[in-house]
């Protein structure tokens, strides 16, 4: 697994770990980053095949927990949305050492039934004729067919980058394309975590569901559950304020 690229933030308190989602970047979890760096040392980290870190040959979770393992030097909080959530579950149960507690959000241990909406997603992306985009409103305008919903627009378009005169996706599309199937499944995995966990859900999402619990449970017996009333899956986009505030305490305990 390729080096990992972290931006840091705060030079004292205990150490916070930030693993994004699929199609995104450390940077996505900025905001409530630099207000937890007041007193902690925040890492915000790009996923293998995403933002600035190496691209691999096949999207595998264990080996993604384990290099989010590699990365840490002391007992660590790690945050995981959503793919990053899984990956920091996996880090969670094969490196317990490592992790102090665990946040999970919006995302159960499971494996998920299969959807077209992220296949969709990134058809659409690897459809825009890079070589004739004028900027990123013509970005936009190529994927509104696709994705009507413009803030998800805004979202997968942080990941396009202009190098000189040309434009690049930071994310590794053709692989994860290939390996959705992976993301959504759930490796078979031993051991129970025993730290603290808590448990944050989209209200309006449906990655978490009651009947998720047992397994949460079984793995993670001290989780307790937060659900934000009126959030979809990008939870901590969309209710910055209060992931914040449920983080601040959840640190604190």
Same mark, same amino acid.
């Given at each position: 697994m390729s080096d990992l690229h972290v931006t840091r933030l705060g030079d004292h308190g205990s150490p916070v770990t930030f693993c994004h989602g699929l199609f995104g970047q450390g940077r996505n979890w900025t905001q409530i980053g630099k207000a937890l760096a007041t007193d902690h040392r925040v890492a915000l980290v790009d996923m293998p095949n995403h933002g600035r870190s190496g691209w691999t040959d096949r999207i595998d979770l264990v080996a993604m927990a384990d290099a989010i393992a590699a990365t840490l030097d002391e007992p660590t909080a790690l945050v995981g949305h959503s793919m990053g959530g899984k990956v920091a579950m996996l880090a969670a149960l094969r490196h317990p050492s490592l992790v102090s507690r665990l946040c999970v959000v919006d995302v159960a241990p499971v494996a998920y039934r299969e959807s077209d909406e992220f296949g969709r997603f990134i058809d659409a992306m690897l459809a825009v004729d890079l070589d004739a985009l004028g900027g990123r409103a013509d970005a936009d305008a190529a994927l509104a067919e696709a994705v009507p919903d413009p803030g998800v627009r805004a979202f997968l378009l942080q990941s396009l980058r202009r190098e000189g005169d040309a434009w690049t996706w930071m994310s590794n599309l053709e692989v994860l394309r290939r390996d959705l199937g992976a993301i959504r499944g759930w490796p078979d995995v031993e051991g129970v975590y025993d730290g603290p966990v808590l448990w944050i859900a989209g209200g309006a999402s449906r990655y978490v569901r009651d009947e998720h619990r047992d397994a949460? %449970?079984?793995?993670? &017996?001290? +989780?307790?559950?937060? $659900?934000v009333k009126g959030a979809g899956h990008? +939870?901590?986009?969309? %209710? &910055? !304020?209060? +992931? $914040? %505030?449920?983080? $601040?305490?959840?640190? !604190?305990d």
């Open positions: 949460m %449970e079984a793995l993670f &017996p001290r +989780v307790r559950r937060a $659900t990008w +939870v901590h986009s969309q %209710e &910055p !304020a209060i +992931v $914040t %505030e449920l983080l $601040t305490r959840f640190l !604190a």
